[in-house]
């Protein structure tokens, strides 16, 4: 059959971008890890998904709010960081 048109993109359709790719750098990033863990997350895309309420990296560049969300959370672990580093 035909699928029927929608006007909001589907996440299957949805594409990531910068900020996307920058949470998957983020992930891959050993110190972020050890952070997502004192937050009591062993796999840290859970951790972004859960605090930046997404099911999909690609929302961050579709969703201002989850973007914003993002933004917050890359401050805070930056903070975390560099306490970690002047301790």
């Known amino acids: 059959g035909i ?3 929608t006007s909001q993109p589907t996440e299957n359709t949805l594409k990531g971008g910068a900020l ?11 110190d972020f890890q050890a952070w997502a863990r004192t937050g009591g997350y062993s ?7 859960a ?3 997404i099911t999909s ?3 961050l560049d579709h969703d201002r709010q989850a973007a914003a969300l993002f933004q917050n959370l ?3 672990f930056d903070t975390w960081r560099n306490e970690q580093r002047a301790a």
């Open 51 to 53: 605090y930046c309420d």
């Open 74 to 76: 890359q401050g805070h």
């Open 57 to 59: 990296r690609a929302h």
């Open 20 to 30: 996307a790719q920058a949470a998957g750098m983020l992930c891959d990033n050993r």
């Open 3 to 5: 699928a029927p048109l």
């Open 43 to 49: 796999d840290p895309v859970k951790f972004i998904y």
